[in-house]
């Protein structure tokens, strides 16, 4: 074999090795850039999980706005005068109810305004007054709780008489709903309209026997013993 061939064999066998080297490179190479990519796509995912997540949170915070309300009791207790309108309501029989009539002045009143499918304010201030009715025992019979629907579209009778029974309303204590024109009415006239029932605020009303009396509001979330010693001091005048 001559020397030509000798060098043409050699010369063969390093350029197959170095073509296996740079292939086996050029593998590496391949995987871990798709490695990084893999990772790099991964956290971008995670990110967009993350930032999903909190738009969740804030959009979740934002329908719910007072979802986990905070219990700091009595915010403004003020003494008011309300123009009471004259217009009917409806209660849990499916009976029309002036509004005149509900509130008269034979017996003391406590009054707020609530929706049945309210998952944070109402159940609160619904428990605050079957707390109350208990601390009254047999007092209760001689005062009037009224509690009236700010979403009387899906408030039915029926719904509240449920509603009712959920926190064993007594026969002292009337739920009423109506016409979407006569619970903005009322609102408006006692002052809680705030354009949706999401908006609206945990406000208690008080007035003493007598339908020229004035009424005390508690705005925030009073408690029963807030209401009752604010009881005892208009029954005792």
């Known amino acids: 074999m001559t020397i030509q061939a000798n060098a043409n064999r050699v010369i063969q066998r390093v350029a197959a090795k170095l073509a296996i080297v740079t292939a086996s490179v050029g593998m590496t190479l391949a995987c871990g850039v798709a490695a990084a990519a893999s990772d790099a796509e991964q956290h971008d995912m995670h990110n967009m999980h993350q930032m999903h997540d909190m738009h969740s949170m804030h959009d979740h915070s934002m329908h719910d706005h007072h979802a986990m309300p905070a219990q700091r009791g009595i915010t403004a207790r003020t003494v008011e005068s309300y123009s009471i309108p004259d217009i009917k309501l409806v ?23 609530i929706y049945t499918s309210c998952t944070a304010i109402c159940p609160v201030t619904t428990a605050t007054f079957q707390q109350v009715q208990q601390e009254l025992g047999a007092g209760r019979d001689k005062v009037r709780m009224v509690t009236i629907s700010i979403d009387p579209e899906n408030d039915t009778p029926a719904r509240l008489k449920e509603y009712a029974g959920r926190y064993n309303a007594g026969s002292q204590w009337k739920m009423l709903t109506g016409t979407v024109e006569s619970s903005v009415a009322v609102q408006r006239a006692f002052g809680v309209y705030n354009g949706d029932k999401m908006n609206h605020k945990p406000v208690t009303f008080l007035r003493a026997e007598g339908a020229d009396k004035p009424w005390v509001r508690l705005d925030g979330f009073a408690s029963a013993a807030d209401i009752v010693n604010e009881l005892g001091k208009l029954t005792s005048k």
């Open 91 to 113: 209660d849990m029989d499916r009976g029309e109810v002036s509004l005149h009539e509900a509130l008269d002045g034979k017996l003391p009143v406590i009054l707020n305004f």
